[in-house]
């Protein structure tokens, strides 16, 4: 399709138009076109805008037959004229998904394809006055079109497909020759701009071609050649010398204007005019490097959903302001996930400096060689109309793909990216390793999806990022969501009722949420009153969660980047750093401080211990810590910045909410170079000893001396807990009962403070890790019990994840007094977090007719707005139970191996028994 700008205007056909909305009638086609040639048009025609999706204009998202559009239109006396000297096209930006043209009741051809432009010549059939186009359109969904087989993406996913003319349409001419693409591509070490243009003429002929290269308002160069064009497709290559180029940055996204006017004889015939930066993208190593220079990749996943248009076309005030809000907290990049944006977005990203990774329309099909003949022709369509961006630094060519996307398929279609445009490209984000696909894979860069819990992302990094691998960047195609409780007060407010969008619609993937009853199961389980405290209690927890997994990753010295999921909140998740009303959650100085170029984290000491005849990893709470102790963090900094730092000076304190408890100073040699990752210092720092379990907030600055200015700052908090009196509580009998082995280190523990017996009939309190009906006659009698169940056991459960999807809700008890003074669960709770809930029947069941439970620490999930219970207290005839599936000792992932190893989790344990003893 032709790329030049022409000589004339276009004729713009945007505005009102025609619809009808027919069904096809009940027959077996083999065909769209025999679909879209079965209906029969009446005279009930309805008004539609173009450009704009048909579900926004009162046309249902499940109708799924033939849209026909309709549009009278004239040209203008000067296009007529010109029919004599060039050709007119009819040209389409996008229609969703599949189009059949009609003009002066000819038809002159069909497209499919969402995201590419087509057009066609219309220069036999155009007439000065009276055209009328017919446009029948069919969308992507169950009937005619399958999802999968549409190249739709995900957005079907977050909400719905969407159909009709969603991009403009227009008019044009071409004279007899026409620039019909360009591929622009950087040498910034030969200091050259090279250019291949795809020239059309009709005959055989020398023409001249003129390039002008302009700097702001000046003309930087001019290039004139007269060049033998052959009729048809010709391609033309020029190198463009720069003096002193002025190159592409994200710091210093500076562009060019180029100018390319092709001239018929004396006549100019057509001209292109873009806006060009000069920039080179590769990698050496585990580094991408842009202009030589190492850039960390800190992106968002953008999903193209805008709920005021279904399809992706927002204003350009709507894309500013997403980059300049993404720029303030530090992101660099945003991967446009399984859709095509808009130019306007790719030129405001070349213009503000942001990266873009694209990811090409390919997710969960079962690939054919249908499917494979689709993706061919429209890749090859929407590449060539994006590929003069320099924002696209990224590719990815499908997502999470399985074994029916064969190494021939792959490879034929990475190859062909490959000679289409520049940047890194990549067969599969996700990787064919972790979805059944291929593992001899087409790929510059690692790529993976992973979505856990923090404890275990250690394991996975040192698994899939290991150091045998093959040294190429490693980056997280998508990853670490968040999903924090919606404000659906606020938007009932907004829309004056429920939004038509968080109704679930069917199409896609059957979510597991429940948005739409959000108010009914919020009141129902009481906790109406108290939505403003779950969603900003919501939004603190999640930025923890964010800063615990970013901080880990930025640790490791072969990853190079990651893209997090994800940019808004949508119908099916509400893990955007961007909320309902395209707010940002957080404060962005806070995001800043783990995603910058620069970031400053913390590392421990590792431990061993000798254990059945060998040394064995012990791992142990990094948040907690009696009082008195010595906290030794080692600080790590991870550089990409522009300037080599060689001197800096750590500043550190330590506070406790209202003082500065202590604080130092160093000085230190650190030698580091940008795309880095090093250790700079081991600090020793002493606590204080405590009565009363004490929040403690440790801040480093790192100034660079040379350049005298801060280059990183972060903080971090820790908990101190009293030590607890070794004879106090002896006289006070404790009986354990350990099925499950989970206090394998008891003599190490809280335990050794009680005196334990195994007599049950004579002590006092009973713990247990299993639960039966001889304990339950026992609690009747006036037995009081700390039943601890992981897993499977007396009471059902189920496992749902702790820091994710969820927000935990504190009820008023002494157990947990000290641990809830932040009013969410933060890091203090990181090693007694668990997968496993009590169910609220489950409860019901044990507590029976003439029993009672109370909840004290309780899951909400943020989708489905399911109620469960981590910790209850349960009244059963005389006695008491305290029951809890959290983890006391820790052990899933890389938390605390053992109650002795978990403060918190010794110090929750002793606050139990004091209440279960009555002890005050």
């Not at 696209?392 to 398929?409: S, V």
Request: glycine content about 8%.
């Amino acid at each position: 399709m032709s790329t030049g700008n022409g000589v004339f205007d276009p004729i713009k056909l945007d505005g009102s138009w025609d619809i009808q909305i027919l069904e096809p009638p009940e027959l077996i086609c083999n065909s769209l076109e025999e679909i879209a040639g079965s209906v029969t048009l009446t005279d009930n025609w309805l008004k539609i805008n173009v450009p704009g999706s048909w579900e926004t204009q009162g046309i249902s998202p499940y109708f799924e037959g033939i849209g026909v559009y309709k549009k009278y239109f004239d040209i203008t006396d000067q296009y007529y004229s010109l029919l004599k000297e060039g050709n007119i096209y009819l040209r389409f930006y996008g229609v969703s998904a599949w189009a059949e043209v009609i003009l002066n009741g000819v038809n002159i051809g069909h497209h499919e394809g969402i995201w590419s432009p087509f057009e066609f010549n219309i220069t036999d059939l155009i007439k000065k006055e009276e055209n009328e186009l017919i446009v029948k359109v069919i969308k992507p969904g169950k009937k005619f079109l399958p999802l999968r087989e549409s190249l739709a993406g995900f957005l079907p996913d977050v909400c719905m497909p969407f159909g009709g003319i969603w991009k403009p349409v227009e008019i044009v001419i071409k004279k007899d020759i026409s620039i019909e693409d360009i591929r622009i591509k950087s040498d910034i070490h030969k200091n050259e701009l090279n250019l291949s243009l795809y020239i059309n003429r009709d005959n055989d002929e020398k023409s001249l071609i003129e390039i002008i290269l302009y700097d702001g308002e000046d003309v930087l160069l001019k290039k004139a050649e007269e060049i033998y064009l052959n009729s048809g497709t010709s391609n033309v290559q020029f190198k463009l010398k720069i003096d002193n180029p002025h190159l592409w940055s994200i710091d210093d996204p500076y562009l060019y204007r180029l100018e390319i006017k092709v001239y018929s004889g004396s006549e100019l015939s057509d001209r292109l005019v873009k806006k060009v930066g000069l920039r080179e993208v590769r990698y050496s190593g585990s580094n991408i490097l842009i202009n030589d220079s190492p850039v960390y990749i800190r992106g968002i996943l953008h999903w193209g959903w805008y709920p005021d248009t279904v399809a992706p076309i927002p204003t350009e005030e709507v894309i500013r302001e997403e980059i300049s809000k993404l720029k303030e907290a530090g992101f660099n990049l945003i991967k446009h996930c399984l859709y095509v944006p808009i130019e306007e977005y790719f030129d405001i990203a070349d213009e503000m400096g942001m990266l873009i990774w694209e990811e090409l329309p390919l997710w969960v099909p079962k690939i054919d060689d249908k499917i494979k003949e689709k993706v061919y022709k429209q890749y090859n369509e929407i590449v060539k109309s994006i590929r003069h961006h320099c924002s696209i630094i990224i590719w990815t060519l499908g997502c999470e793909l399985d074994e029916t996307a064969d190494y021939q398929f792959l490879n034929n279609l990475y190859n062909m990216v490959k000679g289409l445009t520049d940047g890194l490209i990549r067969d599969n984000s996700g990787s064919g390793e972790c979805y059944g696909g291929l593992l001899n894979e087409n790929a510059d860069f690692y790529d993976y999806h992973f979505y856990t819990d923090p404890p275990f992302y250690k394991d996975l990094l040192d698994s899939f990022a290991a150091q045998w691998r093959k040294e190429k960047p490693w980056l997280f195609g998508e990853f670490c969501d968040s999903d924090t409780i919606r404000d659906i007060k606020r938007l009932i407010e907004v829309y004056g009722e429920l939004p038509w969008w968080i109704f679930p619609k069917g199409f896609g993937i059957n979510w597991n949420i429940s948005y739409h009853r959000q108010i009914e199961k919020i009141e129902s389980n009481n906790l109406s009153d108290k939505l403003p405290y779950l969603v900003k209690s919501s939004i603190d927890k999640s930025l923890v969660y964010r800063k615990l997994v970013l901080e880990l990753v930025r640790q490791y010295k072969n990853i190079s980047g990651y893209v997090i999921t994800g940019m808004r909140d949508t119908p099916i998740s509400t893990s955007g750093i961007f909320n309902d009303f395209g707010e940002l959650k957080y404060e962005p100085y806070l995001i800043r401080t783990i995603n910058s170029d620069t970031v400053v984290t913390i590392q421990w000491d590792n431990r061993r211990r000798w254990i059945n005849g060998g040394d064995r990893l012990i791992r142990w709470d990094r948040f907690n810590y009696q009082s008195g102790s010595i906290i030794r963090p080692h600080i790590v900094i991870s550089h990409f910045g522009k300037d080599h730092i060689k001197n800096a000076r750590i500043l550190w304190t330590l506070e406790d909410g209202k003082d500065i408890i202590d604080e130092g100073e160093e000085y230190i040699e650190c030698n580091l170079s940008p795309g880095m990752v090093n250790e700079i210092a081991t600090l020793e720092i002493n606590t204080p000893e405590v009565s009363d379990i004490t929040k403690l907030t440790f801040r480093v600055k790192i100034y660079d001396t040379d350049l005298e200015e801060v280059i990183a700052e972060n903080f971090w908090t820790f908990w101190l807990y009293p030590k607890i009196s070794i004879n106090k509580y002896k006289e006070f009998s404790v009986c354990l009962i350990d099925h499950c082995n989970i206090f394998q280190d008891v003599k190490d523990s809280i335990f050794s403070k009680f005196n334990l017996t195994s007599d049950i009939s004579n002590c006092e309190v009973i713990i247990t890790t299993t639960l039966n009906q001889e304990l339950i006659g026992y609690i009747g009698e006036g037995k009081r019990v700390l039943y601890i169940q992981q897993g499977g056991g007396y009471i059902p459960v189920e496992r749902k994840p702790f820091w994710r999807e969820s927000i935990q809700i504190m009820e008023k008890h002494p157990i947990i007094r000290g641990f809830d003074n932040e009013k969410f669960c933060s890091q203090q709770w990181y090693s007694l977090a668990t997968d496993t809930v009590f169910t609220s029947e489950g409860l019901d069941r044990l507590a029976g007719n003439n029993g009672k439970w109370y909840p004290i620490l309780r899951r909400l999930d943020a989708r489905n707005f399911d109620l469960d219970e981590y910790l209850v207290e349960i009244v059963l005839g005389k006695g008491l139970i305290i029951a809890s599936t959290l983890r006391f000792q820790g052990g899933l992932g890389d938390e605390a191996n053992g109650i002795s190893l978990n403060p918190a989790g010794e110090y929750l344990l002793f606050q139990i028994l004091k209440s279960l003893l009555k002890i005050s």
